[in-house]
């Protein structure tokens, strides 16, 4: 992996400030992999909605969320847009009871 340091510092305020954060760039820019060096870095729970294993371990979106109380990075998002609406009921739950 080439180190970009720049990026992570650009990332972590962000992921303070708010409770939704998602990185955006073009195909191929290192999105992947800067979260996968993240999740290596933190206690974050990883799912890669390329691999059959994180999507079926998110089948029960809901109940495999609800107990994460840590940092959860869910790569490739947009392949489960069903997920947008419940992590919105778990945000607003969490910010709402300061999490």
């Known amino acids: 992996m080439i180190n970009r340091p ?3 510092e650009a990332l972590e305020p962000a992921l303070g400030d708010n ?3 998602a990185p955006l760039g073009p195909r191929q ?3 992947t992999t800067l979260a ?4 290596r870095q933190t206690a974050a729970r990883y799912f890669g909605l390329e691999d059959p294993r994180d999507l ?3 089948e029960s979106s809901m109940l495999a ?11 490739e998002v947009q392949r489960k847009p069903e997920l ?3 992590l919105r009921v778990l945000v607003d739950v969490c910010v709402s009871v300061w999490c």
């Open 36 to 39: 996968q060096f993240l999740s």
């Open 19 to 21: 409770p939704v954060t």
């Open 84 to 86: 947008f609406e419940i």
């Open 56 to 58: 079926a371990r998110l």
């Open 65 to 75: 969320l609800e107990r994460l109380d840590a940092l959860v990075i869910i790569d």
């Open 6 to 8: 720049r990026y992570l």
């Open 29 to 31: 820019c290192g999105k």
